[in-house]
């Protein structure tokens, strides 16, 4: 009796121990856990229980050390969770991973994959697509129920707990020997059976050894937790061999694995071969096309699948919606190898289909009637062809026009011109009745114009409401088609000039209104331009048009004489003899009252506007006077006009035109004030244009020296020095400087270069404010020694020629 009580304290122990390191963070008592004693996988599940509670080691500890765990083990805890965080990736991932499944569905099983790769050589063969799509691989759902009529077998592990008065849970595995070990209980052979007649046999083991398990004070739960693996082999597919794959995996699975049927394998009768025998013939077709998986059932260890070559293919082209390649069994129809095509598209002539058939020794074409598609057996290499509908119609007819629905209606025989219009809602008001058309097509398909007075067919006259034919297209006018597009021209004077559309009854009035009124330099004086209309040419007449003049009220839109206006009317509103609002420029520099001024006549010269600007300072440089234009764009415009007969490639009248309108802008007119003021006629005296500015720079005595020179500078004048003294002032021109094309511009604008004649070479005079440019010298490219080996050899070749010619 002692040894009794002794076995049944040390299994409460070990079961209770075994509990605590599963769930030790819900146990009351933690005094009794030896960290040391605890295996990699109960630290594992410690781990996954803080994660599924969301907690750290950090959160838990308060909570384990007031349930009697020491500091001591809760340290040598904290660093086997850490050191197994830091571990390895891989195996952490695929650890949490089972631990998770296992945590979620009760079961775990050994991840099997194979690569899958897009079969384009087998493509239109019908279910390939079945084979090569990762995403579609049928493997086994481990959250489902296990099946009751599950056999087991070495490498499943059974989970077996007993809750209750007394409690156990323990995870058992089946060993090679088919056979389970529970602690106290003892060896259960289970192998080969299923897992319904298993669990009897292992409760009523338990229940021979825990008596409250055989009173019912406790209870036994057996559950399937890690599933085995089984062997088979694929003999016919893309990738035949042998697979280990899971115990609860089925035929389809497996033929995923392999890739599905080779390039001549069958997809109608595949063999599931057990214990050396055909267990069952595949048909791949029912589930691709009815969804139906009855075929799909569970595989077993050693079991071969072998995929034999097809018997008989077909090829089904044209408007079906899955054209491809088909595979037939004897008994099937054409209407079977629809239904595998998913029946026509919406384009498919279905009255018949072509079909090309193969004999002993040529090709040979047949016609499959619509009546005939359930009893055509399809022969394998046919070639079934599904055409289009033909692009016409049976019943159709058109009307278009002035109607108030032109369309397409349908025919029916005695349809008459009065039926179709009232269909299209009867004629609009501007339908011109006195004649409509009907294009018609023939019997040979060409076609032929019938006329209809459309007045007379309405009034049931059947003479010309004739009867109407398939195809027809009646046309039905607009008294707006004949109308003549008229316009007319009003220009001057007015805010909108430009050409307008002409109504009846127009006016001037309206006219003038429509283009926004007369603007405020219109005069009273109106000419009209009048087309002329006669059926005899007068050679006495020399007139193209009428012309019409009058006078009008030039400060009011509405004219008392309200003139009507004709189609093609070209009106002119005149301007005013004068009429110019004023203009003005600027004058700017050294003049007593700066400013712009208004040209008060047609001839304002240079010196009537500086008079009124009060005169020039006593700063001023009277050399120093010049007048700014600016360049109009009718001047740019003539020079781009102006041919300079240049190649194709040439920029120089592009580059031209660029310097004006960005550059230059304005034009510079020098200025001889002391000149004007002995005589008013002096052609310095220029009459001024409205935006001239005329500039009197103040007076300056100091020489500036800039281009290609050591130094830029501005040196003091000197009276008597010369061209040569300010230039050396600056140091002399640089490297690249030009010197003898050197050039003075003078406080007017006006420029001088410098002059050479044989050695001798004239500097131009230097005043005071002026400014003295250096260019620079242009590229010159020299002459290689191959070149002036060449100038020698002629040369040469030319003296022996003289010396010879004079012996």
Same mark, same amino acid.
């Given at each position: 009796m002692k040894k009794i009580r002794y076995v049944l304290t040390l299994i409460f122990i070990i079961v209770s121990f075994s509990i605590n390191a599963q769930n030790i963070f819900k146990s009351k008592d933690l005094s009794t856990i030896n960290v040391d004693n605890l295996s990699q996988d109960d630290i594992v599940k410690i781990d996954a229980q803080l994660k599924s509670n969301n907690m750290t080691v950090d959160q838990a500890e308060p909570m384990a050390i007031s349930k009697g765990m020491s500091q001591n083990d809760f &340290?040598?805890?904290? +660093?086997? $969770? =850490? &050191?197994l965080s830091n571990g390895s990736i891989n195996n952490a991932n695929n650890t949490n991973q089972e631990v998770e499944n296992?945590?979620?569905?009760?079961?775990n099983q050994e991840k099997i994959s194979n690569n899958k790769v897009k079969d384009s050589l087998n493509s239109l063969i019908f279910g390939s697509e079945l084979f090569d799509n990762p995403t579609l691989n049928f493997e086994p759902d481990l959250k489902l129920a296990t099946p009751m009529n599950y056999i087991l077998g070495p490498g499943d592990e059974l989970q077996v707990s007993i809750y209750g008065v007394q409690e156990y849970n323990a995870s058992i595995a089946v060993n090679v020997e088919g056979k389970i070990t529970i602690q =106290?209980?003892?060896? !259960? /052979? %289970? #192998?080969?059976? #299923?897992i319904e007649a298993a669990t009897q046999k292992i409760k009523s083991a338990i229940a021979r050894v825990y008596s409250t398990v055989q009173s019912g004070q406790s209870q036994v739960s057996i559950s399937l937790g890690q599933i085995r693996t089984i062997k088979i082999t694929v003999v016919g597919g893309k990738q035949p061999?042998? @697979?280990s794959i899971s115990s609860l995996a089925t035929v389809y699975n497996a033929l995923h694995l392999a890739g599905g049927p080779g390039k001549n394998g069958s997809y109608r009768n595949i063999e599931l071969i057990r214990n050396n025998k055909i267990y069952k013939n595949i048909d791949i077709y029912r589930f691709l096309v009815k969804g139906d998986q009855s075929d799909n059932i569970s595989l077993k260890e050693n079991d071969v699948i072998r995929i034999p070559a097809y018997s008989h293919r077909v090829i089904v082209e044209g408007e079906v919606k899955r054209p491809g390649i088909f595979e037939m069994k004897n008994n099937e129809t054409f209407s079977d190898l629809l239904n595998f095509a998913s029946g026509f598209n919406e384009f498919a002539y279905t009255a018949a289909v072509n079909v090309i058939q193969k004999t002993g020794k040529e090709f040979k074409v047949h016609d499959i009637n619509e009546n005939d598609f359930n009893t055509y057996m399809p022969q394998s290499g046919d070639v079934f062809r599904v055409t289009k509908i033909l692009n016409r119609f049976e019943n159709r007819i058109k009307i278009e026009g002035a109607v108030f629905r032109p369309d397409y209606y349908s025919f029916t025989e005695g349809m008459r011109i009065s039926d179709l219009i009232a269909r299209a809602e009867g004629l609009k008001e501007d339908a011109y009745t006195k004649r409509a058309r009907i294009i018609r097509l023939k019997p040979d398909l060409t076609t032929e114009i019938v006329n209809i007075d459309l007045s007379t067919a309405l009034t049931g006259n059947l003479d010309s409401d004739i009867e109407l034919k398939r195809e027809d297209i009646i046309t039905v006018y607009s008294v707006l088609d004949f109308k003549e597009d008229y316009k007319v021209t009003i220009d001057g004077e007015v805010k909108n000039p430009g050409v307008y559309d002409y109504f009846e009854n127009l006016t001037l009035n309206d006219l003038i209104v429509q283009v926004g009124g007369l603007t405020g330099s219109a005069s009273k004086r109106v000419e009209i331009a009048r087309m002329v209309k006669s059926d005899a040419i007068k050679d006495s007449d020399l007139?193209?048009?009428? $012309? $019409?003049?009058?006078?009008?009220? #030039?400060?009011? =839109?509405?004219?008392? &004489? &309200?003139?009507?206006?004709? *189609?093609?009317?070209?009106? =002119? !509103?005149?301007?005013? /003899?004068? @009429?110019?609002k004023p203009q003005m420029v600027t004058v700017s520099g050294a003049v007593i009252y700066p400013g712009k001024y208004v040209l008060a006549n047609k001839k304002e010269t240079v010196y009537n506007i500086v008079t009124r600007a009060g005169g020039l300072t006593s700063v001023a440089n009277i050399e120093g006077m010049k007048i700014k234009r600016p360049i109009k764009q009718e001047q740019i415009d003539?020079?781009?006009? !102006?041919? $300079?007969?240049?190649?194709?490639?040439? +920029?120089? #009248?592009e580059k031209l035109t660029k310097k004006l309108?960005?550059?230059?802008?304005?034009? +510079?007119? *020098? %200025?001889?004030?002391?000149?004007?003021?002995?005589?008013?006629?002096?052609?310095?005296?220029? +009459?001024?244009?409205p935006g001239d500015e005329i500039i009197i720079s103040t007076y300056s005595e100091g020489v500036k020296v800039t281009g290609n020179v050591l130094l830029t500078s501005e040196i003091p004048y000197q009276r008597g020095?010369?061209?040569k003294y300010y230039i050396n002032a600056v140091g002399g021109v640089d490297s690249k400087g030009w010197k003898k094309k050197a050039y003075i511009i003078y406080p007017n604008g006006n420029a001088s270069v410098t002059k050479s004649f044989l050695f001798f070479r004239t500097y131009p005079k230097v005043t005071p404010d002026s400014q003295i440019v250096v260019p620079e010298k242009p590229e010159t490219k020299k002459m290689s020694t191959g070149e002036w080996v060449g100038i020698g050899s002629v040369l040469t070749s030319l003296a022996l020629l003289i010396v010879t010619a004079f012996k």
């Open positions: &340290n040598k805890l904290r +660093t086997r $969770l =850490n &050191n296992k945590n979620k569905f009760g079961r =106290n209980v003892g060896q !259960i /052979a %289970v #192998s080969g059976m #299923s061999g042998n @697979y007139n193209r048009i009428e $012309l $019409l003049q009058f006078e009008m009220t #030039s400060d009011s =839109n509405e004219q008392v &004489n &309200n003139f009507i206006i004709k *189609p093609f009317d070209v009106i =002119n !509103i005149r301007r005013l /003899a004068v @009429y110019e003539k020079i781009k006009s !102006i041919d $300079l007969n240049l190649s194709q490639n040439d +920029t120089l #009248s309108e960005e550059d230059l802008k304005f034009s +510079t007119i *020098p %200025v001889n004030w002391e000149k004007i003021v002995k005589d008013k006629n002096h052609f310095s005296n220029v +009459t001024l244009f020095k010369g061209f």
